[in-house]
């Protein structure tokens, strides 16, 4: 199992991207699909989450609500980071997450996802 995350890189303050993650070696379908930042010095933290069909419920970081979209291909196997209105303090490095099943209580946790992307980092300049 390979996840690639990437579309990363310095843009400026009010600029937009869009972070792909895109998995490989089975089919991540039935998978909540998930997206995490860690700033230097600072902890992982939660910043989206897709969970799977039917639900396909979203939950977000309340500092990035109204500003970040997460969706998902299940024929590409791809989760996708649509960040827009992007702020300094965005800058980080944005890994992709994947779980069998996570409850909306324990889904800040990285200790409860399985598999990782290798990250992409985001530099926001003021």
């Known amino acids: 199992v390979q996840l690639q995350a990437c579309g990363g890189g310095l843009v400026q303050a009010g600029g937009s991207l869009r972070l792909s993650c895109a998995a490989s070696g089975r089919s991540f379908s039935s998978y909540d699909m998930g997206w995490f930042r860690q700033a230097p010095g600072k902890d992982r933290e939660f910043v989206a989450l897709?969970?799977?069909?039917?639900?396909?419920?979203?939950y977000y970081l309340d500092s990035v609500k109204g500003r970040f979209t997460i969706s998902r291909d299940d024929a590409k196997n791809t989760v996708y980071l649509q960040v827009n209105s992007l702020k300094p303090e965005d800058t980080a490095v944005y890994y992709c997450a994947l779980v069998s099943s996570v409850s909306a209580r324990r889904k800040d946790d990285p200790r409860n996802y399985e598999y990782w992307g290798q990250g992409t980092q985001l530099t926001v300049s003021s």
């Open positions: 897709i969970t799977s069909w039917p639900g396909r419920t979203m």
